[in-house]
């Protein structure tokens, strides 16, 4: 047999890398080389990064610094750093961390088969003009019941904390045809659920004949026979056009589910965080969404300490979430990140700020406990995605995105069943299958 060589992948950040990080280890695969989990048997290890928190970011560091023993005792183990991270510092990683051989950004992985086969270091962050997924090899075999696809990257937004826009560059939409085609390839590979990514998903748009808007898009996705379920994100809520939400009401393959983010619920720092809408006008759109789709279940990101929050501001985001009743959401304190704008901004009060989140948080999770038990008795579609620990059990998602566990001796990964909800904890449901 060839000498095969093992890659061990580690992915941060955002599904966008994790889509990403399945595109790198296929490319890898036609240099030769196979996924490991055991890092001390890689020859190659490959660390997917996220730039988005100063938390996230610096947790680079300090994995490659616990690369520095085996890279000692195996001189030839190459370490590449691709993602976020890669791409907003660029050769200053190889200044910081001399162990790196090579530095990839998001918009070259077409160009780290090329990179790996180089003696020394290198660095590839530029944003070329061709499609990076045009240059990837397309997957083969078999795969599982669900998968991303990502239709749309980068941003334009320009949020006042965000560094997305520097990390993945302006937004481009891939077309059509070909995203039709790739999820047509899917489907006969077995998936039945397909996840549509972008950082700003909603913005798709299409060039020349057919689909125009994401909620096109979608249309022409449903008519794929033997694709179930079709979800999307991250949006936007001022991209958020009729046409997307009208598909809510009509699509039946579209799950009733949405992420959308709204940062904060104060009219003042959602100005400063250049988010373009006021708590109000978001407020319609999600009473445009629910009547359009009123069992839908709605999640959001939110920011707590961005600079200049006062106590009234915070508030403000309470109210908003009262007002919302939200099925799920992330929430995060203000990071200030390099290069943004809002970094130089005085921070609030570190104190004020943790408070602020466990505020947050604790009115979220009491949110997303009365969704799950509002799930009690309905009936609810599964698609099951694995076995679970106990002999006999399935475990897969609703159509709402929560993790539901069945007893089904004769369920296989893959089956889309209905199911009656018996119970509920803080994160899934328990469920019986029913017949037919
Ligand atoms: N493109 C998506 C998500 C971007 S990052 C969107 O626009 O919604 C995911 C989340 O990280 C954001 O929604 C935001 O809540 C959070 N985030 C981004 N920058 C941050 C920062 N500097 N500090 C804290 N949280 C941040
Ligand atoms: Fe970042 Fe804002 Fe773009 Fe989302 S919309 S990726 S938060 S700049
Ligand atoms: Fe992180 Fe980049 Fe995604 S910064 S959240 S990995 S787009």
Request: aromatic residues 6%; hydrophobic residues 40%.
């Given at each position: 047999?060839?000498?095969?060589?093992?890659?061990?992948?580690?992915?941060?950040?955002?599904?966008?890398?994790?889509?990403?990080?399945?595109?790198?280890?296929?490319?890898?695969?036609?240099?030769?080389?196979?996924?490991?989990?055991?890092?001390?048997?890689?020859?190659?290890?490959?660390?997917?990064?996220?730039?988005?928190?100063?938390?996230?970011?610096?947790?680079?560091?300090?994995?490659?610094?616990?690369?520095?023993?085996?890279?000692?005792?195996?001189?030839?183990?190459?370490?590449?750093?691709?993602?976020?991270?890669?791409?907003?510092?660029?050769?200053?990683?190889?200044?910081?961390?001399?162990?790196?051989?090579?530095?990839?950004?998001?918009?070259?992985?077409?160009?780290?088969?090329?990179?790996?086969?180089?003696?020394?270091?290198?660095?590839?962050?530029?944003?070329?003009?061709?499609?990076?997924?045009?240059?990837?090899?397309?997957?083969?075999?078999?795969?599982?019941?669900?998968?991303?696809?990502?239709?749309?990257?980068?941003?334009?937004?320009?949020?006042?904390?965000?560094?997305?826009?520097?990390?993945?560059?302006?937004?481009?939409?891939?077309?059509?045809?070909?995203?039709?085609?790739?999820?047509?390839?899917?489907?006969?590979?077995?998936?039945?659920?397909?996840?549509?990514?972008?950082?700003n998903v909603n913005?798709?748009?299409?060039?020349?004949?057919?689909?125009?808007?994401?909620?096109?898009?979608?249309?022409?996705?449903?008519?794929?026979?033997?694709?179930?379920?079709?979800r999307y994100t991250t949006s936007h809520p001022n991209d958020m056009?009729?046409?997307l939400i009208?598909?809510h009401?009509?699509?039946?393959?579209?799950?009733p589910y949405l992420h959308l983010p709204v940062q904060?619920?104060?009219?003042?720092?959602?100005?400063?965080?250049?988010r373009?809408h006021?708590a109000?006008q978001y407020l319609d759109l999600v009473a445009r969404i629910r009547?359009a789709r009123?069992?839908i279940l709605l999640t959001s990101d939110f920011?707590?300490?961005?600079?200049?929050?006062?106590?009234?501001?915070?508030?403000?985001?309470?109210?908003l979430v009262?007002?919302v009743g939200y099925g799920a959401a992330f929430?995060?304190?203000?990071?200030?990140?390099?290069?943004?704008?809002?970094?130089?901004?005085?921070?609030?009060?570190?104190?004020?700020?943790?408070?602020?989140?466990?505020?947050?948080?604790?009115?979220?999770?009491?949110?997303?406990?009365?969704?799950?038990?509002?799930?009690?008795?309905?009936?609810?579609?599964?698609?099951?995605?694995?076995?679970?620990?106990?002999?006999?059990?399935?475990?897969?998602?609703?159509?709402?995105?929560?993790?539901?566990?069945?007893?089904?001796?004769?369920?296989?990964?893959?089956?889309?069943?209905?199911?009656?909800?018996?119970?509920?904890?803080?994160?899934?449901?328990?469920?019986?299958?029913?017949?037919?």
């Amino acid at each position: 047999m060839a000498d095969v060589k093992k890659l061990y992948l580690k992915t941060y950040g955002c599904q966008m890398n994790v889509y990403d990080s399945e595109r790198m280890a296929e490319a890898m695969g036609a240099e030769g080389y196979v996924t490991t989990e055991v890092l001390e048997e890689a020859d190659m290890v490959l660390l997917n990064t996220c730039h988005i928190r100063e938390k996230a970011s610096e947790k680079l560091y300090s994995d490659l610094g616990r690369l520095k023993p085996l890279k000692a005792g195996k001189p030839d183990l190459k370490i590449g750093v691709a993602g976020c991270v890669a791409q907003a510092e660029g050769d200053e990683i190889l200044r910081r961390m001399p162990l790196v051989d090579l530095v990839v950004g998001p918009q070259a992985y077409h160009r780290l088969p090329e990179m790996v086969r180089r003696q020394g270091q290198s660095v590839d962050t530029e944003f070329p003009a061709e499609d990076k997924f045009d240059h990837l090899p397309q997957r083969k075999g078999k795969r599982g019941p669900t998968a991303f696809l990502t239709v749309q990257e980068g941003c334009d937004k320009f949020c006042a904390f965000c560094v997305v826009p520097y990390t993945r560059g302006a937004e481009v939409s891939r077309p059509a045809a070909r995203l039709l085609a790739e999820a047509r390839d899917l489907v006969e590979r077995g998936v039945r659920e397909i996840t549509l990514l972008g950082q700003n998903v909603n913005a798709w748009h299409g060039e020349g004949p057919g689909p125009r808007g994401l909620g096109d898009l979608i249309r022409a996705l449903a008519a794929i026979p033997g694709l179930d379920r079709i979800r999307y994100t991250t949006s936007h809520p001022n991209d958020m056009a009729d046409d997307l939400i009208s598909a809510h009401g009509e699509v039946p393959q579209l799950m009733p589910y949405l992420h959308l983010p709204v940062q904060s619920g104060s009219d003042r720092i959602l100005m400063a965080m250049n988010r373009k809408h006021t708590a109000a006008q978001y407020l319609d759109l999600v009473a445009r969404i629910r009547a359009a789709r009123p069992d839908i279940l709605l999640t959001s990101d939110f920011i707590v300490g961005f600079p200049g929050e006062t106590d009234a501001d915070f508030e403000a985001t309470m109210a908003l979430v009262r007002a919302v009743g939200y099925g799920a959401a992330f929430s995060f304190k203000y990071s200030a990140r390099p290069g943004t704008p809002a970094a130089e901004k005085a921070p609030v009060d570190e104190a004020v700020a943790d408070a602020r989140l466990q505020a947050l948080q604790a009115l979220i999770t009491e949110q997303q406990r009365a969704a799950q038990a509002a799930m009690v008795g309905r009936e609810i579609s599964v698609l099951y995605e694995k076995p679970g620990r106990m002999p006999g059990q399935m475990v897969g998602k609703s159509e709402h995105l929560m993790a539901v566990f069945l007893d089904d001796a004769q369920g296989r990964v893959g089956d889309l069943v209905r199911a009656r909800v018996l119970a509920a904890a803080p994160n899934s449901l328990s469920a019986r299958r029913l017949p037919g």
